[in-house]
T-cell receptor, first 112, second 112 residues
Framework: DQQVKQNSPSLSVQEGRISILNCDYT??????FLWYKKYPAEGPTFLIS?????DKNEDGRFTVFLNKSAKHLSLHIVPSQPGDSAVYFC???????????FGTGTRLQVFP | EAQVTQNPRYLITVTGKKLTVTCSQN?????MSWYRQDPGLGLRQIYY???????DKGDVPEGYKVSRKEKRNFPLILESPSPNQTSLYFC???????????FGPGTRLLVL
């Protein structure tokens, strides 16, 4: 059973516009959420995170929103740049474990 | 430079031939972990280690072994590889299980 779901396998956005990547989770014990970015032939790199005590965290062009009641989080990238083209994984962790549960990933393509 | 290294980066082998994928980190991290990435399944944790001589199973440990004799190294051992272990493998490390994980570049394994 997939506890962390990214229902859109791919997303295509024009440069300068907003990219919105979505993630849903089922486990109400998750209290910490992360987004990782992965380029081809490289390992995932940490992008941004959010604790369940917050509903928004911002870092430059990247903002993560958390809606606990809907068990949904989203990553907003604005403005999108061609260098943002990558696979984005959302991940979640519950307070009583050190395990990270990853989603299946969304491939973002930003075109000029 | 702080990094997680994996060797080899690419490996083709045959069913039943024992192999080891090495992982090393130079950040004095206590927590290390192995993941496999498969299409449509995202990243799934195989084994993790909280510290030297402390290892535990992740979500998909069958067919794998690990050891943590030194803090910096966390090798992944496939005693008798099978074709369903063909995958992209990532090693990761962090200060603790609660901290952000840093990933290695990945090892692509093909078992014939």
């Amino acid at each position: 059973d997939q506890q962390v779901k990214q229902n859109s396998p791919s997303l295509s956005v024009q440069e300068g516009r907003i990219s919105i990547l979505n993630c849903d989770y089922t486990n109400s014990m998750f209290d910490y959420f992360l987004w990782y970015k992965k380029y081809p032939a490289e390992g995932p790199t940490f992008l941004i995170s959010i604790s369940s005590i917050k509903d928004k965290n911002e870092d430059g062009r990247f903002t993560v929103f958390l809606n606990k009641s809907a068990k949904h989080l989203s990553l907003h990238i604005v403005p999108s740049q061609p260098g943002d083209s990558a696979v984005y994984f959302c991940a979640a962790r519950s307070y009583n474990t050190d395990k990270l549960i990853f989603g299946t990933g969304t491939r973002l393509q930003v075109f000029p | 430079e702080a990094q997680v290294t994996q060797n080899p980066r690419y490996l083709i082998t045959v069913t039943g031939k024992k192999l080891t994928v090495t992982c090393s980190q130079n950040m004095n991290h206590e927590y290390m972990s192995w993941y496999r990435q498969d299409p449509g399944l995202g990243l799934r944790q195989i084994y993790y280690s909280m510290n030297v001589e402390v290892t535990d199973k992740g979500d998909v440990p069958e067919g794998y072994k690990v050891s943590r004799k030194e803090k910096r190294n966390f090798p992944l051992i496939l005693e008798s590889p099978s074709p369903n272990q063909t995958s992209l493998y990532f090693c990761a490390s962090s200060l603790s299980g609660e901290e952000t994980q840093y990933f290695g570049p990945g090892t692509r394994l093909l078992v014939l």
